[in-house]
């Protein structure tokens, strides 16, 4: 049995075992900005609302631009998670009944921790996760465009009255707290997909248990650490807002099976989500699921070909392929093709990769050797299926690399391969920086290709046919819950739902109407006269 690592008992004779057992090769004293974080060489991954705890297996987070160790984790464990949910449980009816003001108070509380550590969260985003820095000062910056939505929702949460069809009676519709949350996010955005759920989740009064990707724990623990901060400083409950780091074995599937919590939201793969649609489904849970997704973009021969371009360009090679919504399929007019795609190909050699931390990056690593494999076995499958590699292809040289220390990172070349539809490999999701060209004859032709997958998260039109975009927008258009028009299908704004259809999942996250998925609804009928009428003119008289 592991001995609890407290903030009390690190102090003391375990402490010391601990560090003794950490090597001394950590590159934790290359980045100023992990100090200012809270961050230290090693860390307990596990607050529960009143201390930070772990007693599970020791992690070591790893730069993908470097290849080497930042700092340790010590993961929690079940008695670890068991600590969170109850004192999640003890500060549930507290919450809940806080009016949904002054929880919005708190929520902006968070925006405005989230502004004074932007600069450090969004460098320690771009270092372990491997975007580059404006990406991850974007992420950071999500979070706290979400705070000031969900801010201005906590004045607004709605009811309805509605008609009745009896006298001197009203139907009125009530929105309550759901009660407690788990959450599960990935590593592409450890801090953006959290925010989504938490500013909504706590204006909407629920108590909540995060568990973030392994390999990014020290940005869940440095966000958790931010917002625990805010939650004290008010004298509020720090179970309100708890977090669990540890395998998906030992906290995530407790997570996904435990009846106390009233809804998952889960950001990952198909297979796995479909497990957790499962499992949820089976105790008659609630699921918020962000999973795969096959995106396209169609560029038809009336387009302005410079700003399609530019669009694809970001949503093919941005976040080294590793978004959600990254473009996996370019569907290319035939009148076009011959003009776009080698402009194209000449876009992609001018993106040079580099440290992700340095300003003027566009190209940082993917994130672990995983991918690396990922990439190249879809490379050689491509090209078994007959596909044409047009840029790219490979790993990237450490020669070809401008920045110093990088040669043992996770580099590949942002690649577009020339692709049939008929291959079945165009049909799957490689998260990795691969872009099939596909060449098309017809606006029909285009949609019912943009269709003819699995998946269902985000799609785009290039055109300047109104006709056509509003077909596009239609029943017989896009299937996915994302159809941009004239704009990179890769990045969302936070006011509108975010969310897939098919293969890709089920709810919507962010902005509209996606705080319902948070509370429960009762419909009340009051009666304010002397009789007592039935609805439909049922007569049960005596």
């Known amino acids: 049995m592991l001995s609890r690592f407290s903030n009390v008992a690190r102090q003391g004779k375990a402490a010391s075992v601990l560090r003794a057992s950490f090597s001394s090769d950590l590159t934790f004293h290359k980045y100023p900005f992990l100090e200012k974080l809270g961050l230290k060489e090693e860390n307990l991954g596990c607050w529960n609302g009143k201390e930070w705890v772990g007693n599970g297996q020791t992690h070591t987070s790893i730069n993908p631009a470097t290849g080497e160790p930042i700092a340790k984790v010590r993961f929690g464990n079940a008695d670890d998670y068991e600590s969170c949910l109850k004192n999640m449980t003890e500060a549930m009816e507290m919450w809940k009944l806080t009016p949904a003001p002054r929880r919005g108070e708190i929520v902006r509380q968070i925006g405005l921790k989230l502004r004074d550590h932007q600069e450090s969260l969004g460098s320690l985003i771009s270092l372990e ?11 950071v910056q999500e979070f706290i465009d979400m705070c000031d939505l969900a801010v201005g929702m906590s004045r607004q949460l709605p009811g309805q009255m509605l008609p009745s069809e009896r006298e001197d009676h009203a139907l009125i519709e009530t929105w309550n707290p759901l009660g407690q949350v788990g959450i599960i996010s990935a590593y592409n955005f450890p801090c953006a997909v959290h925010g989504w759920n938490t500013s909504v989740s706590l204006v909407c009064g629920n108590t909540q248990i995060w568990k973030g990707a392994s390999s990014s724990s020290l940005v869940t623990i440095a966000q958790s650490k931010l917002i625990s901060e805010v939650f004290l ?47 949820v489904a089976g105790r ?73 931390l340095v300003d003027g990056t566009l190209l940082g690593p993917v994130h672990n050797t995983g991918a690396i494999k990922e990439y190249e076995d879809g490379i050689a499958e491509i090209k078994k299926q007959g596909g044409k590699v047009l840029y790219g292809g490979g790993r990237i040289d450490k020669s070809e690399l401008k920045d110093k220390g990088l040669e043992n990172g996770y580099y590949v070349w942002p690649t577009l391969v020339e692709s049939n539809n008929d291959m079945p490999i165009v049909k799957e999701e490689l998260f990795v920086p691969i872009t099939h060209v596909l060449k098309v004859g017809s606006y029909e032709e285009a949609v019912e290709i943009n269709n003819n997958t699995p998946f269902g998260l985000s799609s785009a039109l290039f055109t300047s046919n109104m006709r056509n975009v509003f077909r596009w927008l239609g029943p017989t258009g896009s299937e996915c819950g994302i159809i941009n028009v004239n704009t990179s299908c890769s990045g969302a704004e936070i006011g509108g739902a975010f969310g897939g259809e098919k293969d890709t999942g089920a709810g919507r996250e962010s902005g509209s109407d996606s705080w319902k998925q948070y509370m429960r609804r009762g419909t009340c009928a009051i009666n304010y006269g002397t009789s007592v009428p039935l609805a439909q003119g049922v007569d049960f008289s005596l």
């Open 233 to 279: 400083d008010n004298n509020l409950p720090g179970g309100i807002a708890t977090m669990c780091q540890g395998s998906g074995a030992t906290v995530g599937q407790r997570l996904i099976d435990d009846k106390r919590l009233n809804l998952i939201s889960f950001t990952g793969s198909t297979s796995v989500g479909k497990g957790v649609a499962s499992s």
């Open 284 to 356: 008659f849970g609630r699921t918020i699921l962000e999973l795969g997704g096959n995106n396209a973009v169609i560029v038809m021969d009336d387009a302005d070909l410079e700003v399609a371009l530019r669009s694809v360009l970001f949503a093919a090679a941005g976040t080294a392929g590793q978004r959600c919504t990254t473009l996996r399929r370019l569907l290319v007019h035939e009148k076009i093709y011959d003009k776009f795609v080698p402009a194209l190909v000449d876009a992609y050699s001018k993106i040079k990769p580099g440290n992700p």
């Open 129 to 139: 996760m491997g975007k580059i820095k404006t990406e991850g000062l974007g992420e």
